[in-house]
């Protein structure tokens, strides 16, 4: 392979847009399939004709992506634990976040979820998302949120980390969201 040409050499690394997609390693694919299809409304837009892998998209403004998330099937994952926290799992994913369109669109997923019976492992305001935790069938977190307008917390990213309220995850009160958004000010100065 030839040598790149010194004038396209960057002095240091570019930073991305993000992350493009994720592939996971599931224990059953089909188990996984139906988790990512019919709990989180996931839609499949690919197979590999080579391996035990498929290719998910979410909404994108009423398009697909080429696929969001992929899973590979790995018969020997372990079976995770019943019990899910945010720390201490013997898994390597700790959880991923999936946005809802609109604060509408969480609710009425929450109030979805709970009449499928998907338990909710934690519900968190952040200063950023209201999110609920659940969980998919490797032992993996995945964060249901809504994204708050972003003149809450504007550019103060460390104080929209700082905060967080854990609400009820059982009965109505579990359902019942707060738009009194506390907002952040600016990040302190760097000393
Ligand atoms: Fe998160």
Do not use: C
Not at 44 to 49: G, I, L, P, W, Y
Not at 96 to 110: G, Y
Not at 180 to 190: D, I, K, L, M, W
């Amino acid at each position: 392979m030839a040598d790149a040409p010194n004038s396209i050499v960057p002095t240091e690394a570019e930073m991305p847009v993000g992350i493009n997609h994720l592939v996971i390693n599931v224990r059953d694919i089909e188990e996984s399939h139906r988790f990512w299809t019919e709990v989180l409304g996931f839609r499949e837009v690919a197979r590999s004709k080579r391996n035990p892998m498929r290719f998910y998209s979410g909404n994108h403004g009423g398009r697909m992506n080429h696929h969001d998330i992929a899973l590979a099937e790995n018969p020997n994952l372990p079976k995770p634990p019943e019990d899910w926290k945010m720390f201490g799992m013997p898994v390597a994913i700790n959880h991923i976040a999936i946005a809802m369109p609109s604060r509408e669109a969480w609710l009425k997923r929450l109030a979805w979820l709970r009449e499928k019976g998907v338990p909710f492992r934690a519900r968190i305001n952040h200063g950023m998302t209201h999110s609920l935790y659940i969980t998919d069938p490797n032992g993996y977190g995945v964060e249901v949120l809504y994204e708050l307008p972003r003149e809450v917390w504007g550019e103060n990213i460390q104080g929209a980390i700082d905060f967080a309220e854990r609400l009820p995850t059982e009965g109505d009160e579990a359902l019942v969201d707060d738009t009194n958004y506390p907002h952040f000010g600016q990040p302190a100065a760097a000393e």
